[in-house]
């Protein structure tokens, strides 16, 4: 059975090495500083920044999460964000990524959010195959400019 639980900073190590997974999924690379600004940024209470850790039966790391709220135009309560969604690839498919969007969910109807929205990549079939199954798919194209 998976457990999720708040990050903490005895979980560094592991969540380095899931968020390792995560950057290199999507081909992408930060620096040394952004990613131990990001790990800090999750354990203050005060940044606005959340996470969360699933662990398997053994107590071994297997996904992450972090998500983030924000004032809405079309809503009286918060929108949050989940950001960031990474299952180790050896456990895919056990109802890890599950229980993390779940927590995520669980998390922001007791932070009175209107809703948790998030986006992956068209071609991520395995993550949008539980997408599917636990969300709407709203039609909506993502679009960015970078600064």
Known sequence: M???ARLTASDHDEWLS??????????????REQTELTFQRILDADSGIHGAIARDDGGHAIGITHWLTHPATWSAGPYCYLEDLYVDPAVRRSGAGAALIEHVRDWAREHGCAKVYWL??????????????VAKDT?????EIEL
């Open 120 to 133: 992956t990549q068209e071609h991520n079939r395995t993550a949008r195959s539980l997408y599917g199954r």
């Open 2 to 4: 998976t457990t999720i």
């Open 18 to 31: 899931l968020w390792s997974g995560y950057l290199d999924f999507y081909e992408s690379v930060l620096t």
């Open 139 to 143: 039609g909506f194209v993502h679009y």
